[in-house]
Structure formats: structure tokens, C-alpha cells
């Protein structure tokens, strides 16, 4: 009987002792898997934030080849006219200053794309460039263009831009840095 107690108290043992390592492995395991999901997560950011930078990237490697582009037109009068695509005849000269503020705001723009400002940042240097009377005169005489860019960001920018310049225009005072709301980012 002896024998008897002492071979169930040591199969007991055993399953204690199994029971225990298996919990152990459990426990282990279930660390593992935790760390791992981490792993995967953090893996996730970084590769979403490699996309952002290759954007960011891409769009200041195309704001170049658009300057580079535009300084080529704005030098050379007989490449202007393949950019001249305002609404009504402009004088060569007036052609250039057209080019350059287009060259102004797509610099704005692209500042804002790749989130070198915000857009009440974005807002109040509009309101800045656009006291100059040519640079309004450019941005009516592109109208037509942007109409075409339905749904896009650069659209919903132009907007405010359009919004911004009929409170300009409407505006009681000469205080021009005060007049219009700076939109929140959203």
C-alpha cells in the first residue's frame, strides 16, 4: 500500500509538475504574442510613415521640375506662349508676372501638401500675395482651370482662396491682414 501512495503521489507530482510548465509555456506564449503584435504594429507606422516621406518627397521633387519649368517661360517669350492659357490676350510682359504667380502659389500649395504649414498658415499668406493686384488679375484670369479640378485638394484650396478674396473685396477696411477667418486644419 506504501507503494501504492507513494507512486500516486509522485504521479501527482508530475501532473503538478506539468500542469505548472504548461501554464509557464502558456504565460510565455501569451508574452510572446503580445510583443509580437507590438512588433507588427510599430512595423505598420513605419511603413506608413516611409509612404508619407516618399510623397513628400515626390511632390518637392515635382514643385522643382515645375519652377524649372516656369523659369524657362518666364525667360524665354516664345516658350510663354505655350503656357498661355489665360482667360483673355496678355501682353508678354503681363505673361511673365502671370507666370510668376503662379510660381508663388504653387509654392504655397506645396508648402501646405507637405506639411511645411498649416492651412490657417497656408490662409494667411494667401491674404498676403494676394494684395498685389497682378497676382489677383492672374488668379482671375485662371478661373476656367481650376473649375476643372473638381474634387481635389487643391480645388477646396482654391475655394478658399476665392472665398478670402470676395471678403477682400467686400471688406470695410484697409486693415487687409485682418479681414477673413484662418480656416482650422483638419
Known amino acids: 500500500m506504501a507503494t501504492r501512495k507513494i507512486g500516486i503521489q509522485g504521479l501527482r507530482s508530475a501532473a503538478a509538475a506539468g500542469l505548472g510548465m504548461a501554464a509557464g509555456a502558456l504565460v510565455a506564449m501569451a508574452a510572446q504574442k503580445q510583443a509580437m503584435d507590438t512588433l507588427h504594429e510599430?512595423?505598420?507606422?513605419?511603413?506608413?510613415h516611409a509612404r508619407t516621406q516618399q510623397q513628400?518627397?515626390?511632390?518637392a521633387r515635382q514643385q522643382r521640375q515645375h519652377w524649372e519649368l516656369l523659369s524657362k517661360a518666364i525667360d524665354d517669350p516664345e516658350l510663354a506662349e505655350v503656357l498661355d492659357i489665360f482667360e483673355r490676350p496678355v501682353t508678354p510682359e503681363r505673361r511673365r508676372q502671370y507666370?510668376?504667380?503662379?510660381?508663388?502659389?504653387?509654392?504655397?500649395?506645396?508648402?501646405?501638401?507637405?506639411?511645411?504649414?498649416?492651412?490657417?498658415?497656408?490662409?494667411?499668406?494667401?491674404?498676403?500675395i494676394f494684395q498685389n493686384p497682378i497676382v489677383r488679375e492672374y488668379w482671375y484670369a485662371t478661373q476656367q482651370q481650376r473649375a476643372s479640378l473638381t474634387g481635389t485638394e487643391e480645388a477646396e484650396l482654391g475655394r478658399l482662396v476665392d472665398?478670402?478674396?470676395?471678403?477682400?473685396?467686400?471688406?470695410?477696411?484697409?486693415?487687409?491682414w485682418v479681414v477673413g477667418e484662418p480656416p482650422t486644419d483638419p
Open 42 to 48: 510599430r512595423l505598420g507606422e513605419l511603413e506608413r
Open 56 to 59: 513628400r518627397s515626390n511632390l
Open 99 to 128: 507666370l510668376f504667380a503662379n510660381a508663388l502659389y504653387t509654392n504655397l500649395l506645396c508648402y501646405y501638401r507637405i506639411g511645411n504649414m498649416g492651412r490657417d498658415e497656408f490662409f494667411k499668406h494667401v491674404r498676403g
Open 163 to 176: 472665398d478670402l478674396l470676395l471678403q477682400l473685396d467686400e471688406a470695410d477696411t484697409d486693415e487687409w
